[in-house]
Structure formats: structure tokens, C-alpha cells
């Protein structure tokens, strides 16, 4: 019985008609392959954009939706300020050497 179950699953297997992703190169049923490609590389060269200039790919994304329970997005908005405030005293003293500078080249007192 267990013999003649095991002959028929591969029986079975040997029926499917296989057929390899011509990029990733693993073994898909070839009813779910399109022009040669498994569904996940498919997905892949579609998002995927060449650069000519740079020759290198691009992937382009587009963020629809942030879920985000309340309080975390409260807290990660206080982070959000509390790390921006070294970046506005770093491009005030900037400023303030840019000005001193300007202001002692053009005699401003």
C-alpha cells in the first residue's frame, strides 16, 4: 500500500511540468511562469529601472500607507524634534560665521 502511494506521488510530481526562472534560475511550475520568469522576478523587473548615466538600477517605490498605532507615532514625532535640534544649532553657528565673515568684508559693524 505504502509502496504503490509513494509511485503514484511521484508519478504525480513527474506529470508537473517544471521549468526554470531564466533569472533566479530555481524550478517553477511553468503554468505560473510569464515570458520565462517565476512571478517574484517578474515583480522584480517591472519595479526595476536602468540608469544610463550612472548604469545603475533604480528601484522606484511608492509608500501608500503607514499604520501606526497613536502613541508610537506621538513618540517618534518627540525623537523627531528632540534629534533636529543639534541640526538647527549646527546651521545657526554656520550662519553666524557666514555672517561675521560677510559683515567683516564689507565693513559692517
Known amino acids: 500500500m505504502t509502496l504503490s502511494l509513494l509511485y503514484n506521488l511521484n508519478s504525480n510530481i513527474k506529470d508537473i ?3 526554470n526562472c531564466k533569472k533566479c534560475g530555481l524550478s517553477f511550475n511553468a503554468n505560473d511562469m510569464k515570458d520565462g520568469l517565476c512571478k517574484d522576478c ?3 523587473n517591472n519595479a526595476l529601472k536602468y540608469d544610463t548615466k550612472t548604469k ?4 522606484e517605490v511608492t509608500v501608500v500607507d503607514v499604520q501606526m498605532p497613536f502613541l508610537s507615532m506621538v513618540i517618534f514625532m518627540i525623537k523627531w524634534v528632540l ?4 541640526a538647527f544649532l549646527i546651521l545657526f ?3 553666524l ?11 559692517i559693524r
Do not use: R
Open 56 to 59: 545603475k538600477n533604480i528601484f
Open 83 to 86: 534629534a533636529s535640534i543639534p
Open 42 to 44: 517578474e515583480l522584480l
Open 93 to 95: 553657528f554656520i550662519g
Open 17 to 19: 511540468d517544471m521549468e
Open 97 to 107: 560665521v557666514i555672517a561675521g565673515i560677510a559683515g567683516g568684508i564689507l565693513g
